[in-house]
């Protein structure tokens, strides 16, 4: 019904002037009261600037130093906090999807919420529910408010993650939000909910919304294309160049900077990009994302032996029918045959 659809039609707040809005007065208590300059900020060559809070709050993500901004991504992102878009990014899984949000909301001071709609997370868990309690010795009824009301009436940035596996009932719930221009009705409590003009509103997939047509992801549903309309932005996040993934190791391993450790990390990520290659083919089913190949430089440091290290941190993880696969990865990046007793179980099963 168009007039109805016009009748909820309200502009949300759009970019935030800082000069022109007094922090802490007015009705809202909590809005960006500073501005950042992206070049100094994320290091990307533009001249922008982008509200955000001059003070931390408990909700705002901690700072990963070492965190490498993709450019497109890390645009459309703060597009997203500066002129409240809602922006979806798109890509497989550890390509730094969430991180990214995160870790811009962590430089704008920004309080961040994932919502992880993988999990079990029903639309009670999102809107409320009535609770009993005790009062004064007698049973009451009240209502307690659930993530989505909260975080609509904060200056939060709001991340629903894994946005293509969320259940139906909690996508409907979504789907309302977004065709009412952020407004959350609860019909049980009779209310209207507004966003705070600083809520923001982000979502991660592994699809494009159009279901699983890869079969990589099981457990995907298609997302309505009413619903897609109503994101502005979508943005695609492919895995890091080699180049900027072995930066992100030296960044995080110093002592890594000498002829020996460049050579490692170089291969290390040469193996990580061939299980990717793998997985988008379909040969395996786990990929090594980033953070797996930290985890190996970490436990290799501390079992002072590489093979083992790959065996405890990722192999051991690995459906035993893929884990020749990974031993030939490793034969080619590495030349060293990974030892029997790690593949055997398959070797074994495979006679
Ligand atoms: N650009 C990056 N800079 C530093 N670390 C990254 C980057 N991209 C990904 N990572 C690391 O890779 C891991 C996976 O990232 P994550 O955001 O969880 O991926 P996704 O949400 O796409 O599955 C995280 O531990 C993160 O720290
Ligand atoms: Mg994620």
Request: with cysteine; charged share 25%; proline share 5%.
């Amino acid at each position: 019904m168009p007039e109805d659809i016009d009748r909820n039609k309200e502009p949300m707040a759009m970019s935030f002037d800082v000069t022109s809005l007094t922090p802490n007065s007015g009705k809202y208590t909590s809005i960006p009261d500073t501005k950042y300059n992206v070049r100094e900020t994320f290091g990307l060559d533009v001249d922008w600037e982008v509200p955000g809070f001059t003070d931390d709050h408990p909700n705002v993500p901690e700072i990963d130093k070492t965190y490498q901004f993709d450019h497109d991504t890390t645009m459309a992102i703060l597009a997203g906090f500066g002129h409240n878009r809602r922006v979806m990014v798109q890509g497989y899984h550890g390509t730094g999807k969430s991180t990214h949000i995160e870790q811009v909301a962590a430089r704008l001071n920004w309080p961040c919420v994932r919502i992880n709609l993988d999990s079990h997370v029903s639309r009670v868990d999102l809107v409320g529910k009535d609770v009993i309690t005790l009062q004064e010795g007698k049973q009451i009824t009240k209502w307690q408010e659930g993530l989505l009301p909260w975080a609509i009436q904060n200056p939060v940035a709001l991340v629903f993650d894994e946005y293509d596996a969320g259940r139906p009932d909690v996508m409907f719930v979504i789907q309302r939000v977004l065709e009412s221009e952020g407004r959350l009705t609860l019909l049980d409590q009779n209310m209207i909910i507004r966003p705070h003009p600083a809520f923001r509103l982000f979502s991660t997939t592994n699809t494009i919304g159009l279901g699983d047509t890869t079969g990589l992801y099981h457990g995907t549903q298609a997302i309505n294309q009413g619903q897609m309309d109503r994101w502005n932005i979508v943005v695609t996040l492919n895995y890091l160049s080699h180049i900027d993934e072995m930066n992100i190791m030296f960044a995080k391993f110093p002592e890594m900077t000498d002829d020996e450790g460049k050579d490692n990390i170089d291969k290390m990520v040469r193996l990580a990009d061939l299980t990717r290659e793998g997985f988008i083919n379909g040969d395996l089913s786990t990929l090594m994302s980033p953070r797996s190949v930290i985890t190996w430089i970490e436990n290799t440091m501390i079992f002072n032996n590489r093979e083992v290290a790959f065996q405890l941190s990722f192999l051991n993880k690995c459906d035993e029918t893929e884990r020749p696969i990974i031993a030939e990865y490793y034969q080619r990046c590495f030349d060293i045959e990974l030892p029997e007793s790690a593949i055997r179980k398959q070797a074994i099963a495979a006679e």
